[in-house]
């Protein structure tokens, strides 16, 4: 069922790139075909689902060194922030977010899928960003991950 | 098995994973299958057969086990999976080494590995 509220007080994203793309979320209430045109980015609410997935960054704070009894490194105040500002970029193109996760390198990741796809993205310490993207748990690409690549990737997600 | 042996496609591994690593769906996120810095690219699993799930799990409140099978990580070229028993764990194992600059390796592990349940 369509989330009205969400769609009446929720703008349209602006973006400062031009792409196109589609989605249909269970649990998001977006069932619209969307157009991203040049402009710049405006105020708007978030949904739950970034909300909550902020919310999990926010908590990876309180994961001590060594949290896995193996030596692993707390997650780091500069990759968690690349996360929730990840977050938020992907809520502003309405975009569903699976989970997010620490890993034991002082990283975070954001985790999308879409039927039988899957993308991880993963923020690690002082900048250096990653992506794989898997179709029917086979390999399809990964590299490093530069902002101007999301339109991008969201549509190979997507389609 | 001997110790530096390489184990077999068939043979189940299984790893240690972090609560927080566990989606609720049950499956698992890829982070939990990233080596650490002091494994210089080398993932430790223990080999199902030797193993019990009281001696990998070591902490429930902290930790699952998820297992995989060795020819998951054995699709990539130069990832093996090698017999390396230590003191204290007869089951222990090395999964690599995976290139750090390579996600590909947990991310494919982490899609196709279950969660063991056993009380």
């Known amino acids: 069922m369509p989330d009205t509220k969400y769609?009446?007080?929720?703008?349209?994203?602006?973006?400062?790139?031009?792409?196109?793309?589609?989605?249909e979320r269970p649990g998001m209430g977006h069932r619209t075909r969307t157009s991203v045109t040049t402009g710049s980015i405006g105020e708007f609410e978030l949904s739950e689902n970034a909300e909550a997935m902020l919310r999990r960054l926010d908590k990876f704070r309180r994961i001590p060194d060594d949290w896995d009894s193996c030596g692993a490194m707390a997650s780091s105040e500069d990759a968690i922030q690349a996360g929730k500002r990840f977050v938020r970029?992907?809520?502003?193109?309405?975009q569903h977010i699976d989970f997010t996760a620490p890993g034991p390198n002082g990283e975070v990741s954001v985790e999308l899928k879409f039927g039988t796809k899957y993308m991880e993205f993963v923020f690690y310490p002082a900048g250096k960003w990653k992506y794989t993207a898997f179709e029917d748990k086979v390999l399809a690409r990964q590299g490093n991950y530069d902002n101007t690549d999301l339109p991008s990737l969201l549509r190979w997600l997507n389609h | 098995m001997e110790k530096g042996d390489r184990i077999p496609d068939e043979r189940w591994l299984w790893r240690r994973v972090f609560l927080n690593q566990i989606k609720p769906d049950g499956s698992v996120s890829p982070r939990a299958f990233s080596p650490r810095p002091k494994d210089e690219g080398f993932l430790s699993v223990d080999v199902e057969q030797i193993t019990t799930f009281e001696r990998s799990i070591l902490d429930d409140s902290?930790?699952?086990?998820?297992?995989?099978?060795?020819?998951?990580?054995?699709?990539?070229?130069?990832?093996?999976?090698?017999?390396d028993p230590i003191e204290?764990?007869?089951?222990?194992?090395?999964?690599?080494?995976?290139?750090?600059?390579?996600?590909?390796?947990?991310a494919s592990i982490a899609l196709h590995a279950e969660r063991i349940f056993i009380r």
């Open chain 1, 7 to 23: 769609q009446q007080k929720r703008p349209l994203p602006v973006f400062a790139y031009n792409t196109s793309f589609s989605q």
């Open chain 2, 88 to 106: 204290g764990n007869e089951a222990h194992s090395l999964v690599g080494r995976i290139d750090p600059e390579d996600e590909a390796v947990a």
């Open chain 1, 89 to 94: 970029a992907l809520d502003r193109l309405r």
């Open chain 2, 62 to 83: 902290k930790f699952s086990i998820f297992r995989f099978h060795a020819a998951i990580p054995h699709a990539f070229p130069d990832v093996n999976c090698i017999y």
